[in-house]
């Protein structure tokens, strides 16, 4: 049973629009929340994380958007380009191990 | 050349047969770990070791075992290997307490078929 849910699978945006994946966890022990992204034929590699004491953090075109009570987090991809075609993948630890365990993945299309 | 190698790169055996896939990192981390990928599944953990002597199950071990032969090499073996451990497999690194707390370096990966 996966400790966290990821939706949509897969997603198709135009260039230029913004991409939304959405996450939710149910173990109240997780406080570290990272997003993976993963190109073709590559691992994934750290794009942007979050810690709950935080609601939002930016970093250029990617937001992570946090929501404690609800225990939910997203990622928001503005202005979405064609290289941000990817899989992405939400994941959560605890603080004292970092085993991280990761969503399905969402597979990202943006259509030029 | 990359941080974090994995080999082989691709492989394709029978079911029963001994598969090991090898990691060696020189990225100087503690941490290293195995994942298997699968569509729809997500990243899951099979194993972790935080230090040469350490070695951990994680959530998917069965039908799997590791050797951790050096702080840089961590290996993966299937002993008897069947279909449905055919996947994309990961080995990835950590440094705890390092830069961004948690960070996994990951390897390119290893896509093994199991006929």
Known sequence: QQQVKQSPQSLIVQKGGISIINCAYENTAFDYFPWYQQFPGKGPALLIAIRPDVSEKKEGRFTISFNKSAKQFSLHIMDSQPGDSATYFCAASGMDDYKLSFGAGTTVTVRA | ?115
Request: glycine share 10%; net charge neutral; with cysteine.
């Open chain 2, 1 to 115: 050349d990359a941080d974090v190698t994995q080999t082989p790169r691709n492989r394709i055996t029978k079911t029963g047969k001994r598969i090991m896939l090898e990691c060696s990192q020189t990225k100087g981390h503690d941490r290293m770990y195995w994942y298997r990928q699968d569509p729809g599944l997500g990243l899951r953990l099979i194993y972790y070791s935080f230090d040469v002597k350490d070695i951990n199950k994680g959530e998917i071990s069965d039908g799997y075992s590791v050797s951790r032969q050096a702080q840089a090499k961590f290996s993966l073996s299937l002993e008897s290997a069947i279909p449905n451990q055919t996947a994309l497999y990961f080995c990835a690194t950590s440094d705890f307490g390092q830069g961004e707390a948690g960070e996994l370096f990951f390897g390119e990966g290893s896509r093994l078929t199991v006929l």
